[in-house]
């Protein structure tokens, strides 16, 4: 039972009321040449990783080569990214909130 309430609590401190979480910022990059991993971090204190394979041949459809052109990235400073806030699509998910880096939001902001 204490299970329970705790996971509520965790829940709702992650989905504030008025916090805006359609962008959230980078607060670690590690890059150890054949992973990226990418730390956001949510008002409630709440961190998600998102994690790249570093590809051989940078093709269209790379996640990695859509988030650096969007961003007007290098792919080889990638830690320039620390402290930017970066557009995110929320979806609750057995109570829960994930979040998923919005691809289109940065594409089209390039564009």
């Given at each position: 039972?204490?299970?329970?309430?705790?996971?509520?609590a965790?829940?709702?401190?992650?989905v504030?009321?008025?916090e805006?979480l359609?962008t959230l910022?980078v607060?670690?990059?590690?890059?150890?040449?054949?992973?990226?991993t990418?730390?956001?971090?949510?008002?409630?204190?709440n961190?998600f990783?998102r994690e790249f394979k570093?590809p051989?041949?940078w093709?269209?459809?790379c996640?990695?080569?859509r988030l650096?052109d969007?961003?007007?990235?290098?792919?080889?400073?990638l830690?320039?990214?620390e402290g930017?806030?970066?557009?995110?699509?929320r979806?609750?998910?057995?109570?829960?909130p994930?979040?998923?880096l919005?691809f289109?939001?940065i594409t089209?902001?390039?564009?």
């Amino acid at each position: 039972m204490g299970d329970d309430i705790d996971d509520i609590a965790d829940t709702l401190g992650a989905v504030k009321a008025g916090e805006d979480l359609s962008t959230l910022p980078v607060t670690t990059v590690e890059d150890d040449g054949q992973m990226v991993t990418l730390r956001l971090q949510t008002p409630a204190g709440n961190v998600f990783a998102r994690e790249f394979k570093r590809p051989p041949v940078w093709g269209a459809n790379c996640d990695l080569k859509r988030l650096v052109d969007g961003l007007g990235v290098d792919h080889d400073s990638l830690e320039t990214l620390e402290g930017e806030s970066l557009p995110v699509r929320r979806e609750v998910v057995d109570g829960r909130p994930r979040f998923e880096l919005d691809f289109e939001r940065i594409t089209a902001e390039s564009a």
